[in-house]
């Protein structure tokens, strides 16, 4: 089983629906991270999380929203999709400021 | 704002070639690392450096941390058709105040560098 684990991996949804991701870990990490990768580029920040009262806004979490129910448990809202927010979003944990490691993403198409 | 430069962005050689890969900021780093990403697949660690001035060698892959801790690069040397894939520099910056206290380890992706080689 992979440590870091997303789903759902591919999603389609319409412009204004609520769509939720989510990220559960096996490492036992205390942080976690929510990026967004679009096409040719590299990952921006959206959330991150320290603990589940921890929880940090990245350089572009305006339009999402964050959820830690555990510290295994790191997910993801849209609260209205709309279609800019089509990209592949990675969940990733690490202990202190260690290796990162990643999900294999989650693909959400919003139309 | 901490902002991570990567250069260039795009980058396609000759198999055989040797090539370097910039990552650059304005602030200072606690630690660097260098991501590799494969199509359909989350970046992996190639390296972590911490102190001014390190170099970490990795087969034919030479990581250097410079002297301020304010940037890096990344040079490969003769370059393989294996090599290719999209390189990703990330920053863990000085430890930062929330609400919850002082805490470390917001990590920051520059914006990739796309490399291709060619048989």
């Known amino acids: 089983d992979a440590d870091v684990t997303q789903t759902p991996r591919n999603r389609i949804t319409k412009t204004g629906k609520r769509i939720m991701l989510e990220c559960s870990q096996t490492?036992?990490?205390?942080?976690m991270y929510w990026y967004r990768q679009d096409p040719g580029l590299g990952l921006r920040l959206i959330y991150y999380?320290?603990?589940?009262?921890?929880?940090n806004k990245g350089e572009i979490s305006d339009g999402y929203s964050v959820s830690r129910q555990a510290q295994a448990k790191f997910s993801l809202s849209l609260e209205s999709a709309i279609p800019n927010q089509t990209a592949l979003y990675f969940c990733?944990?690490?202990?202190?400021?260690?290796?990162?490691?990643f999900g294999q993403g989650t693909r959400l198409t919003v139309v | 704002t901490q902002l991570l430069e990567q250069s260039p962005q795009f980058l396609s050689i000759q198999e055989g070639e040797n090539l370097t890969v910039y990552c650059n900021s304005s602030?200072?780093?606690?630690?660097l690392q260098w991501y590799r990403q494969e199509p359909g697949e989350g970046p992996v660690l190639l390296v972590t450096?911490?102190?001014?001035?390190e170099v970490k060698k990795l087969k034919r892959l030479t990581f250097q941390f410079g002297d301020a801790r304010k940037d890096s690069s990344l040079h490969i040397t003769a370059a393989q058709p294996g090599d290719t894939g999209l390189y990703l520099c990330?920053?863990?910056?000085?430890?930062?105040?929330?609400?919850?206290?002082?805490?470390?380890?917001?990590?920051?992706f520059g914006q990739g560098t796309i490399l291709t080689v060619h048989p």
């Open positions: 990733a944990t690490r202990d202190g400021n260690t290796e990162a490691f």
């Open positions: 490492k036992g990490h205390d942080r």
């Open positions: 999380s320290f603990d589940v009262k921890d929880i």
């Open positions: 602030s200072v780093f606690s630690s």
């Open positions: 450096v911490v102190t001014g001035g």
């Open positions: 990330a920053g863990s910056y000085a430890p930062s105040t929330n609400a919850g206290g002082t805490s470390y380890g917001k990590l920051t």
